[in-house]
């Protein structure tokens, strides 16, 4: 049927409990608490990975609040495929601002 060709969007946070967002799920439920940073950076890539692969080929309105490692590792884990939106949260108008990941 036509409505076949349409893909799901979904609204998607890093880590959950964090920061309230407008969010239907998020990559991470806890983080790796064990370990330096350059320890947790192929964890965090693995389950960022295992993520992608488990919503196929949806597009993804990724909502961006701070930690930076795992912003990274979700987008090494990603890589050059389309269909990735990061939403920043933007002070000055109290909303988000989309950038197209490319």
Do not use: C
């Not at 060709?5 to 790796?32: A, C, N, S, W």
């Not at 987008?75 to 990061?86: E, H, P, T």
């Not at 002070?91 to 990941?101: F, V």
């Amino acid at each position: 049927m036509w409505f076949s060709v349409l893909k799901q969007v979904l609204k998607v946070g890093l880590i959950e409990g964090r920061h309230p967002m407008p969010v239907d799920e998020y990559v991470f439920e806890t983080l790796p608490r064990e370990g330096s940073l350059a320890e947790k950076i192929p964890k965090l890539t693995d389950i960022a990975n295992s993520w992608i692969e488990s919503k196929g080929d949806a597009k993804i309105d990724l909502y961006v609040t701070g930690m930076t490692p795992v912003l990274t590792a979700f987008l090494r884990a990603w890589g050059n495929k389309a269909g990735l939106s990061l939403l920043h949260y933007d002070a000055s108008n109290k909303d988000y601002w989309r950038e197209e990941w490319k």
